[in-house]
């Protein structure tokens, strides 16, 4: 990626931003909404502000190793505020027609967008702008922003977590066994792989039940 694409890149986060700003609007009058939630929105125009501060220097930029590096460091920011971005809107469409936070819709986005909460994406996304204002052809441009960005992101780290660790979990499958002298049952729960049950081969996903009851005259009999 040449040099040159760097303006490309801090216009693409100023655009993922508003977007951002945009999708939280929707969600921002939901009942119990995280606490992460709110501290985060609370920056959102901190970052919107020093990315159009570095929209003229970035056109400075020489190619180079520092090039890359920043090309690498504005990429990465770009992919967590894609992330944040799909998780707000998951939860708007979950969530609005009962005008209530809906947590299951949101820990499920943040499992599949790599167990990350929206929290710890914008302290990431603060921690890439704390590197871009720190280069060379950005400090005189951005000076200003440093201390509110380092601020923001200091607040986000210390806020209530808006899912706890055991949240971030994927659920685990279950099996139950059971066997007795005239059946033999074994159930698989969840969403694991049953693959042996009574010397038969079976495979499928989700809940599964296998039974085998002799007829009430067979027991009988047995049973003289």
């Avoid at 220097?57 to 894609?82: F, I, N, Y």
């Avoid at 990350?116 to 200003?144: S, T, W, Y």
Wanted: contains cysteine.
């Amino acid at each position: 990626m040449p040099a040159t694409e760097i303006p490309r890149l801090v216009a693409d986060l100023i655009e993922a931003t508003e977007d951002i700003i945009e999708a939280y609007d929707k969600i921002k009058d939901l009942r119990d909404l995280p606490e992460a939630f709110q501290e985060l929105n609370k920056w959102l125009p901190l970052v919107e502000e020093t990315l159009r501060e570095a929209k003229t220097p970035a056109k400075k930029v020489k190619p180079g190793h520092d090039a890359s590096e920043l090309e690498t460091r504005l990429s990465s920011c770009g992919e967590k505020t894609d992330k944040l971005l799909e998780m707000f809107q998951k939860v708007a469409k979950k969530s609005t027609k009962l005008q209530e936070y809906d947590a299951s819709a949101y820990r499920s986005i943040a499992i599949k967008l790599g167990k990350h909460r929206a929290e710890a994406l914008m302290v990431g996304i603060l921690e890439d702008l704390e590197v871009l204002a720190a280069h060379p052809v950005f400090q005189a441009a951005m000076q200003k922003q440093v201390e509110p960005l380092s601020k923001a992101r200091e607040q986000l780290e210390n806020v209530p977590p808006s899912l706890l660790d055991s949240d971030l979990e994927e659920e685990q499958a279950r099996t139950v066994s059971q066997s007795g002298n005239w059946n033999r049952q074994f159930n698989n729960f969840g969403t694991g792989v049953m693959k042996n049950v009574d010397g038969h081969y079976f495979e499928a996903k989700g809940d599964q039940n296998f039974g085998i009851i002799p007829p009430r005259e067979s027991a009988t009999k047995q049973g003289r």
